[in-house]
Every structure is written in C-alpha cells, then in structure tokens.
C-alpha cells in the first residue's frame, strides 16, 4: 500500500501499540533547554537518570539575555539561576551540552540542523513547540510536555496517539521579494490557525522543493501555528547537501546507508492524506499580520480587514477585537502602518540567510526607528561577523546582539515598553506576547528591515528596485 513519508517514519519507531491506540515510539534524539528543569526535576525527584545522554543535546536559549556573555554578566538572580540550573543538570546527566560559552550554543532549533542532529528520517523531540522546524530535513519533530519530557529523559521512548496526515502543496515558485516567511503566513492565512489542527502536514510541490534549506525550516516551524502537530517536507538533493559533514551527521559507509535509506522515505505516489490544500507560490506577496493570531496575514499591498464585511458574528467580533488591541482602523492600508520597534531573530528567522536578507535591505540606509537583530546562534553570529553584516547592521543604527531567544519570548530583559508596536520575525503575534499590550505583526527579515527603514510596513521590492 503507498505509504505518506510520516506514515514511513511513524512505523519504523513503533515500539508497541495499545488497544486503546496508544502507541510507544522510539526518540532517536531530544533536544534540551533552559526551560527543561521541570523534566530534569520530575527524573530527579523520582531517582532515574537519564537513560541516553548521548542521544541527548541540550543549550540554555529562552532565559539567556542577549547581553550576556557569561552567568555571571546575568544582573536578574532568577534568570541566571534557571541558565545555572541547566549547567548543573546537563553536567550531572551527561549530555552533549552548549553552555554560554560554547561556540556552538543557540536557539535548539537552530543548532539541532546547523550540528547535524537533525537528520531525514529520525524523530526528535523537545520541550518546544516550535521543533516542527526540523521536519525542514524530512524529521518527524515536534514539541512535547515537561512530563513527556521526563518520560523521554527516562525511557527515550514516547506514548503517542498516531495523528491525522496533511499535505500542503504549493505549485510553482514564488517571485521576487517573497521567502519562506512569506509562503508559511500565506498558507496560515488560506487554512486558518486552526486548519492543520491534529495533523502532520507534509508541505510538498516545486513551490516548496525551490526553497532553500533555511527558508524550510522556517515553512515547518510555524506548522504549529496552524495547529498542526509536526510539519515535514521530503529529504533532496539540497536536504543530503545540507546535511553532509555536519558534526553528528553519519559519516563514511554510514552516510552511504543514510543515503540509501533517506531516498525511501518520500511519500509514495497515491499516498493518501487525511486533508489537501492547494496554493499557487505566484500569488504570494510579501506579507505582513495585522491582528493577533498568525492566521491574519496580509499581502503588504493589502489593507486591514473591516468587521463590517465579515458575516459570521463571532469572526466580526474577533476581528473588532484585534483591530481595538492592535490599535488600527478598518479599512487601513497595511503599508500606513507605523512601526514602533523591530525585532529580527528567533528560531524562526534568525539563520544566516535571515540575516543576509535583512542586512541586504539595511546596507547604506539608516533606520529610524530602534531595531534589534539577534543571532539564532554562535556559528550564525561568527558568520555574520566574517561576512561584515553586523557592521551593515550597525553602521544602519541596528543593534547587535548575542544569540538567543530575546524578544521573540521575552523571558528575559529584551521586551518591549508597554503599547508598542513592533515588526517581529518571530513566529507567534498573540496579545502580550512581547510585553504587556505590545503590538506584534510577523514579517520575514528582509520586510522587518524595510519597516525599520522606512518606519512603517514597506513593500522590500519597491525599496530594493530603489538601490
Ligand atoms: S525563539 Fe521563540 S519560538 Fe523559538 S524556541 Fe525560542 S522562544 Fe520558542
């Protein structure tokens, strides 16, 4: 029977199934944060430790300010207890750790591709939501609980309830100024944050084939904006190029295996999925968010929906309701938007093409409003760095920070003052989600650039024709 590439994967990690249709697989690799105590505690409290350390990696992200060079440049006690407490527990139980100042430290869903931990074929897990990222290799990946985390810690397996399958399918490339960034708001706008809710979706088609690794990855992260449970797409050509001499990635006859067995793993043809959706990559514009779910996106060249027009009651109000909270008007173009602050970073957007494309826009032009581009990680930053970008960003009035998770969560010093209105290559624009009653519209990097430019939400292909 033609098997779906999740399907493929799902089988080759099944340890048992239950009657009740609960079924243990095997975790081939965890990635760990700060944030994870909660499962070191539970395995602690209960004695255990954790089963496989070597298939275990783990770096401090979401409570690391990104000023911080060291625990102790941390000036907030409780901050620098939580990246303490994660030195002490990675040392303790053995795993591949990345402290601060590890060269190879960073957001985990930027340093699981970048080491080669995210490989085509395996299923990772992490306490994140966001590890749908790695399905960009051809994973199944997605984020579990602090008690699943504690589960893995102590058995490297996971009870799981097989989800419904999805494919996405975006035909033909989209055009010029338009990026991953772009295709993934496109689609949550077409299915609705809601639309892959209980699914794993695999994206497919010569619209999504034609990007490159990076901007994959940042298709597949915000998968779960959708609702969805893990986002895939099929390993090529680019995704073996990709993966090839990366630190834990197989070598030798083993990468020869790899090959072999990555090449089985594309859906086969006829596969069914539970649910199809359908999009045209050239109908894509850069894109911008005007409310408080990523499911409001607009075409920069859009203006901001009016309840009046919606006639469903409880959508008219959710639309009232966002455009009271974002503090703009029906009927407002996108592009009269003012932009208050701009945030450029996160797992979503802070890979070394993010950063090139935004520097890119930046290069020769000043911002005039304060903009913050933060690294995903160390080998990210040092790029930047060789390639002169962090000057492009200064020399534009930029700031330049440290790699982590910064203003994407805001768990930190990196939030932004109360009522603000900031253009975020984050992935997640809910109320307060960047400080108490901050405005959060999502953008790729290169339009976060532009508003930081310009001051307000800017089409990047009319100010690159303007070079
Ligand atoms: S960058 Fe944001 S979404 Fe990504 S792991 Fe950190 S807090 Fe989560």
Redesign the pocket.
Known sequence: MAKSMFEKIWDDHVVVERDDGQTLLYVDRHLCHDGSFQGYYTLNSQGRTLRRPDLTWGSP??YRPTDAQSLNDISDPALREKVALFDKNAAESGIHYYGLDSEKMG???VIGPELGITLPGIMLVCG?S?TATHGALGAFAFGIGASEVAHVMATQTLWQKKPKSMRITVNGEVGFGVTGKDVILAIIAKISAAGAAGHVVEFAGSGITALSMEERMTVCNMTIEAGGRAGMIAPDEKTYAYCKGREFAPAGEKWDRAIEYWKTLPSDPGAVFDKEVTLNGADIAPMVTWGNSPENGLPVTGAVPDPANEPDPEKREAIQGALEYMGISAGMQISDIAVDQVYIG???NGRIEDLRAAAAVAKGRKAVVAARVVPGSEPVRRQAVEEGLDKIFLEAGFEWRLPG?AS??CLNDEIFAPGTRTAST??RNFMGRQGERVRTHLVSPAMAAAAAITGHFSDVRDLAEDK
């Open positions: 992200d979401h957001v985990v869903h994140d966001h996160s797992c979503t998770c994407c969560l984050s992935n």
